[in-house]
C-alpha cells in the first residue's frame, strides 16, 4: 500500500533551518511529484512547492522563493523539504502529499511533522 | 494572487443534503479538488478533477463545477462526514491554491 512516512516533530529557534524528510513506498516514486503543504494551527492549508520525483525539477509558492528548497533522492525515494531563516509563522503541521499532476489532486499525504519556531 | 471563497461553515440534519461552495475567478476552466480533514489528521481527497471519486470514498460524496463555483455535495451526511473540507485548485502549471475552509457540522 502506498505510504508516505514523514521524520519527527522539530523545535528551532528564529533564524534556524529545518529539514523535514517524506519516505515513499508501496509506488514507483519516480512516476509522481510530491508536493510540500503546510497548515499553521487553526488555520486552512498552504501550498509551499512541488518537485517532480524523477527528474528534480522544483516550483515554489512565490511567498516562499529564495527560503525552501525541495530536493529528492529516487535511491531512497524519500523527499526532502528545507526551509530557511524561520521565523515565528512557519510554526506548523508540514505535509507531504503525492500528485498525479497539474489539475489532479493530492491523493496520499503524509502523516504531518509539527514544526515549531520559538526562541 | 489567486483565491478560493468557502462559506466559514455548513450545517446539515443527518440523512439530509450537504452543500459546500467554492467560488473563484474562472474556476470553471479549471479543475478542483475537495479535501475532508478530521482534527489532527491528515487532509483525505474526496474529488478531484471536479467530479472523480478516488476509491474507497463513498458514492454519497459528488462534485460539480458550474462558472465560477464548484460544488461538493454530500447526499444522507452522516455523523463520520463531520470535518473541515477544502478546495483546491491550480492557479497555473505550477501553482497550486487552496480554499480557506468549511466546517461542516452535522447535528
Known amino acids: 500500500q502506498v505510504q508516505l512516512v514523514q521524520s519527527g516533530a522539530e523545535v528551532e529557534k528564529p533564524g534556524a533551518s529545518v529539514t523535514v524528510s517524506c519516505k515513499a513506498s508501496?509506488?514507483?516514486?519516480?512516476?509522481?511529484?510530491i508536493s510540500w503543504v503546510r497548515q499553521a494551527p487553526g488555520q486552512g492549508p498552504e501550498w509551499m512547492g512541488w518537485i517532480g520525483a524523477s527528474d528534480g525539477d522544483a516550483y515554489y509558492a512565490q511567498r516562499l522563493q529564495g527560503r525552501v528548497t525541495m530536493t529528492t533522492d529516487t535511491s531512497t525515494t524519500t523527499a526532502y523539504m528545507e526551509l530557511r531563516s524561520l521565523i515565528s509563522d512557519d510554526t506548523a503541521v508540514y505535509y507531504c502529499?503525492?500528485?498525479?499532476?497539474?489539475?489532479?489532486?493530492?491523493?496520499?499525504w503524509g502523516q504531518g511533522t509539527l514544526v515549531i519556531v520559538s526562541s | 494572487s489567486y483565491e478560493l471563497t468557502q462559506p466559514a461553515s455548513v450545517s446539515v440534519s443527518p440523512g439530509q443534503t450537504a452543500s459546500i461552495t467554492c467560488s473563484g475567478d474562472?474556476?470553471?476552466?479549471?479543475?478542483a479538488s475537495w479535501y475532508q480533514q478530521k482534527p489532527g489528521q491528515s487532509p483525505v481527497l474526496v474529488i478531484y478533477?471536479?467530479?472523480k471519486r478516488p476509491s474507497g470514498i463513498p458514492e454519497r460524496f459528488s462534485g460539480s463545477n458550474s462558472g465560477n463555483t464548484v460544488t461538493l455535495t454530500i447526499r444522507g451526511a452522516q455523523a463520520m462526514d463531520e470535518a473541515d473540507y477544502y478546495c483546491q485548485t491550480w492557479d497555473s502549471s505550477t501553482s497550486v491554491v487552496f480554499g480557506g475552509g468549511t466546517k461542516l457540522t452535522v447535528l
Open positions: 502529499a503525492r500528485g498525479r499532476g497539474t489539475g489532479e489532486g493530492f491523493d496520499y
Open positions: 474562472k474556476l470553471g476552466n479549471k479543475y
Open positions: 508501496g509506488y514507483s516514486f519516480s512516476s509522481y511529484g
Open positions: 478533477r471536479d467530479t
